[in-house]
């Protein structure tokens, strides 16, 4: 049993396996969470080394971390190709699809994701489960308004999938957790998700629901710390 301390030396590890992916005057999608954390520490070292990027956050936090690192960082607002995104899992199956979203910023996560011409994925073993859910709910961004009828229905589609489950407002200090969006997450817990893809999609179509934690096709290299050393998967894309 990997304990939390060797878990996160494992990251560190594989975070630093997937900077050397990143090249001089690239733009990075900077990811959020604690292996986004050593990603963005292993950076720092190699800007303040030489190294030309500019990077792209998917939170207050990493964007502070960033800037305290010496990494540049482009605006919300600009127009950015980003080269490479790095960013961790909380979950991810042998097709390489992702459960993420454990830290609140899945909808910034995946908008990066989807711009990056390449994603690449960095985890401990322990995220690497043979299917989806089961010790880890997945996280479903919503807006506050009728946030109690998209609940609902997401437990329908739920329910029509096989898979039932139950759904859980997200909470933080007693209070319902809100996202740098201002929205809500709800988190739905199921035993297992065996057509991430098709679920994905059927989700997505609640009026309410303005992201899921579903990571589904995007991932091109996942880099994974384990106690032999690091292994690095491809994508096998179709």
Request: hydrophobic letters at 40%.
């Amino acid at each position: 049993m990997t304990t939390p301390q060797q878990a996160d030396q494992l990251k560190r590890q594989a975070a630093e396996a997937a900077v050397g992916y990143v090249r001089h005057g690239q733009i990075v999608g900077l990811g959020t969470g604690s292996t986004a954390r050593h990603v963005v520490l292993a950076l720092g070292e190699k800007v303040r080394a030489g190294l030309a990027i500019k990077g792209v956050p998917t939170s207050t936090e990493t964007a502070e971390l960033a800037k305290s690192q010496g990494i540049a960082l482009l605006n919300h607002d600009e127009a950015w190709q980003i080269d490479v995104a790095i960013d961790g899992a909380d979950q991810v199956d042998p097709q390489l699809n992702l459960i993420k979203g454990g830290g609140g910023a899945l909808l910034r996560e995946k908008i990066v994701a989807a711009a990056a011409r390449q994603f690449i994925v960095v985890v401990d073993a322990s995220k690497c489960v043979p299917a989806l859910g089961g010790t880890f709910p997945l996280p479903i961004e919503v807006a506050v308004f009728g946030w109690r009828s998209t609940e609902r229905q997401i437990q329908a589609v739920s329910d029509a999938f096989g898979y039932g489950g139950t759904v859980l407002l997200r909470e933080k200090g007693g209070q319902p957790f809100k996202t740098e969006a201002g929205h809500y997450i709800l988190d739905l817990h199921v035993a297992r998700i065996d057509d991430p893809a098709g679920f994905e999609t059927k989700l997505n179509e609640i009026p309410g629901v303005v992201e899921t934690g579903l990571f589904v096709g995007r991932t091109d290299i996942l880099i994974a710390g384990t106690q032999q050393g690091i292994e690095v998967r491809q994508a096998e894309r179709r």
